[in-house]
Structures are given as structure tokens and as C-alpha cells.
């Protein structure tokens, strides 16, 4: 079967055993990503790009998927989507789109601590949960703070890195090179950093770890990253998917959601 799609974020969750399920949407539907683990596919890319904004055609994308203009002009991609310290709208100062922002940073917001290869915080929103987890490739995760808006959960994020990184290391991750972390033990240990205003954010009693196993039977031992833009064809076995990466026998690994906008079709 030969399948055309432009490349996106796969939609994830949890199902019941714990374990991390992953669809690829197409230009009609959605495949099961699990259903082809094992299998040889064929991904090509057409050197077709489009913005994942406003779908034109480019030469080139920016970042995020979407073209230069988009990046720097739509809301999708303003400040507080990467640096949620940055968020104004609880004051109702608009950086690109006020109602945009509004309605994206005035909802409740959980800063965590996830192990995806080392200890790290970050900030989603708290519809995100586990999602955003799953698409960093977290082994576990737990629940530090829970805020009303994005610009509390920014302020508790900034704080807490200076105790904790803030970076998946990819390479580790799909390595499933895990440091062994006591998540609870870690989030106690923080709780005496939550001072002043920060304190009634830590989520006391939400001790709950979310351990999260990818679709994958061996990890590989060495990982290398496909460009698409270098190497327009991969023929192999897929042999599992951690984080948003695909991974191919020997180890070779492509980030869908870093090739966002990639027309491509895919033969299995
Ligand atoms: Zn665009």
C-alpha cells in the first residue's frame, strides 16, 4: 500500500498496559503505527515542503514546521509557546493575538519532572497530560505544580532549572540509556525551593508516577539521525517509536515532528 501525508506530530496516548501508541495521520485518516512494527516500509520524501500554518509551499521551512513569515507573525509560535515566563495575557497584554493567547495561556497548567534520559522539568498545559510526556520519550514522570495560568507554571519552571535540567537527551532516550531516579524523592527534594509566591504551587500529595514503555523490542545501541533534505529515501525495518522518533534497524532514527510540513509518501 503506497500512502501520501505530510508529516506532523504524531497523535499519542497511553493505553491500558502502560504503553506509549502512536498515529500517523494521512491525508484521509490515521494509521496505527504499531501495525507496522516489524515490517519494512519505504518513507520518500518528495521534496515537497509545506508551512504548517498556512499550508503555502516554501523551498525552505524555518523552525516548528511552519515558513519564516508564520514563525515570527502567528501566535502558534509567539514567545510563551517556547518560554512560558514569557506569557502576558494574564495581564491582558497581547504579544501577537490576544484572544489566541488568552485562551491558550489562561487554562490550568502542570509543571513536571519527567526522566527521559536525565532529570528534567517542563511546562504543558494540563490537557497535555501524558502526552507531552510521551512525545519527550519520558521512562516516568511526575506532577510538581499545578498553576491556574502558563505565566505561574514559566515562573515555577525558571526556578526549579537551576536545581534540574530542562533537556531531553535525545540520544540517550532512544537508547533507553535511563538513569535509575527516584521521581517522588526528587519532587520532595525541590519542595524547600518553592518559596514566596512560587510556595502554593507545589502539588502536594500528587505523589502518582506515570511510567510510560515505548513499542519497541530492541533498543538500539548507536542512533543516528535521518535527514530527509540529505537522504530522500529510507527503505528498512521499523523497529520501534520512543518520543516522536521512528526507529529503523541499526539504529537509524526520524524525528517526525522535526520534519514537520515534509510531503512524503510511505509504502508498506
Ligand atoms: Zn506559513
Known amino acids: 500500500m503506497e500512502i501520501s501525508l505530510t508529516l506532523e506530530k504524531m497523535p499519542t496516548w497511553l493505553d491500558e ?10 491525508d484521509q485518516d490515521f494509521i496505527q503505527m504499531q501495525s507496522l512494527l516489524g515490517r519494512q516500509i519505504t518513507i520518500e520524501f518528495t521534496n515537497e515542503k509545506y508551512c504548517a500554518n498556512c499550508s503555502n509551499r516554501f523551498e525552505q521551512l524555518f523552525r516548528m514546521g511552519f515558513c519564516q513569515n508564520c514563525f515570527f507573525t502567528a501566535p502558534q509560535a509567539g514567545e510563551s509557546i517556547i518560554r512560558p515566563e514569557l506569557s502576558r495575557a494574564h495581564e491582558g497584554i497581547e504579544d501577537r493575538d490576544l484572544e489566541f493567547e488568552k485562551s491558550y495561556q489562561l487554562q490550568p497548567h502542570i509543571v513536571y519532572l519527567a526522566n527521559s534520559g536525565a532529570l528534567k522539568v517542563g511546562v ?10 510521551i512525545d519527550q520519550g519520558a521512562s516516568a514522570a511526575i506532577v510538581l505544580a499545578k498553576t491556574s495560568n502558563r505565566f505561574e507554571a514559566g515562573q515555577v519552571e525558571v526556578a526549579m532549572k537551576a536545581f534540574t535540567g530542562d533537556k531531553t537527551p535525545w540520544q540517550r532516550m532512544l537508547k533507553n540509556d ?5 521521581l517522588l524523592e526528587e519532587k520532595q527534594n525541590l519542595k524547600a525551593h518553592f518559596q ?3 510556595a502554593p504551587f507545589y502539588a502536594e500529595g500528587e505523589d502518582e508516577i506515570t511510567n510510560i514503555e515505548y513499542p519497541i523490542s530492541n533498543y538500539p545501541t548507536k542512533v543516528k539521525s535521518i535527514n530527509l533534505d540529505k537522504e530522500p529515501k529510507i527503505e ?5 517509536i520512543r ?3 521512528l526507529i529503523f534497524e541499526g539504529g537509524r532514527v526520524l524525528n517526525v515532528r522535526s520534519n514537520t510540513g515534509y510531503r512524503i509518501s510511505l509504502t508498506f
Not at 236 to 240: E, K, M, Q, R, Y
Open 178 to 182: 535511563i538513569p535509575v531516579l527516584d
Open 236 to 240: 528498512s525495518t521499523l523497529v520501534g
Open 196 to 198: 514566596g509566591a512560587l
Open 17 to 26: 498496559n502502560g504503553v506509549a501508541r502512536y498515529l500517523l495521520k494521512t
Open 243 to 245: 518520543g516522536q522518533y
Open 124 to 133: 504543558t498545559r494540563e490537557a497535555q497530560r501524558p502526552t507531552r510526556w
